[in-house]
């Protein structure tokens, strides 16, 4: 069974940064696109960026210009780095991978999440 590592998380000062990493346990066949949501307490989580085989990448608007997206494809990572956090960043950040198997089956694997605090 495929299992997602997540780690970079902590506590930040507003202002500052953090580079998550999502590291898949084996070799995945057919990734279509890696992506990253967070879930603040009380709401529903939400799709902060995305990147896809061909390394097209998208943005959640409240992140735009601050979080960037990169995969590794070697190695089965995807990376989140986040600079210049503001307090509403506050969430659990969770990965995902979504793809299709050799048979054309969909699949998709989420890592257990990684909490991310920015406080002063």
């Known amino acids: 069974q495929v299992q997602l590592v997540e780690s970079g998380g902590g506590l930040v000062q507003p202002g500052g940064s953090l580079r998550l990493s999502c590291a898949a346990s084996?070799?995945?066949?057919?990734?279509?696109?890696m992506e990253w949501y967070r879930q603040a307490p009380g709401k529903q989580r939400d799709l902060v960026a995305r990147?896809?085989?061909?390394?097209?990448?998208n943005y959640a608007d409240s992140v735009k210009g601050r979080f960037t997206i990169s995969r590794d494809n070697a190695k089965n990572t995807v990376f989140l780095q986040m600079s210049s956090l503001k307090p509403e960043d506050t969430a659990v950040y969770y990965c995902?991978?979504?793809?299709?198997?050799?048979?054309?089956?969909?699949?998709?694997?989420w890592g257990q999440g990684t909490q991310v605090t920015v406080s002063s």
């Open positions: 995902k991978f979504a793809g299709t198997r050799w048979g054309g089956t969909a699949y998709e694997y």
């Open positions: 084996q070799s995945i066949f057919g990734i279509n696109a």
């Open positions: 990147i896809t085989s061909g390394r097209s990448t």
